[in-house]
């Protein structure tokens, strides 16, 4: 599996940015794709996760600005990103998992990095403040 990350770039705050991530080859069996972002000096978090069937969760610091959806047709998850402020420049990477989780009564893509088993090259997202 391949996952090709596109998207990033220079924003002011206050503004907005749509990331792109193209998976491709053998993509069977992948039931939920994330975006993670990377600040430096930090780790790797989850901001946002959405199953094949369209459950999505994401990182308390995003809700009500971010949006995960993805077109199944192109095997393509994207993040849209508003309201964006100077906490959220980091790299941004795309990662592909075989692994659901199940709370609150729904089938969830996992949350831990360690259960993604692809991941795209970053892309990476600065904001001015």
């Known amino acids: 599996v391949q996952l090709q990350a596109s998207g990033g770039g220079l924003v002011q705050a206050g503004g907005s940015l749509r990331l792109s991530c193209a998976a491709s080859?053998?993509?069977?069996?992948?039931?939920?794709m994330a975006w993670y972002r990377q600040a430096p000096g930090k780790q790797r978090d989850l901001v946002a996760a959405?199953?094949?069937?369209?459950?999505?969760n994401y990182a308390n610091s995003v809700k009500g600005r971010f949006t995960i959806s993805r077109d199944n047709a192109i095997n393509t998850v994207f993040l849209q990103m508003n309201s964006l402020n100077a906490e959220d420049t980091a790299v941004y990477y795309c990662?592909?998992?075989?692994?659901?989780?199940?709370?609150?009564?729904?089938?969830?893509?996992?949350?831990?990095?360690?259960?993604?088993?692809?991941w795209g090259q970053g892309t990476e997202v600065t904001v001015s403040s």
């Open positions: 990662a592909a998992t075989r692994t659901m989780e199940y709370y609150s009564g729904t089938y969830y893509a996992a949350r831990q990095p360690g259960e993604y088993d692809y």
């Open positions: 959405i199953t094949a069937g369209g459950s999505t």
């Open positions: 080859g053998s993509i069977s069996g992948i039931v939920g």
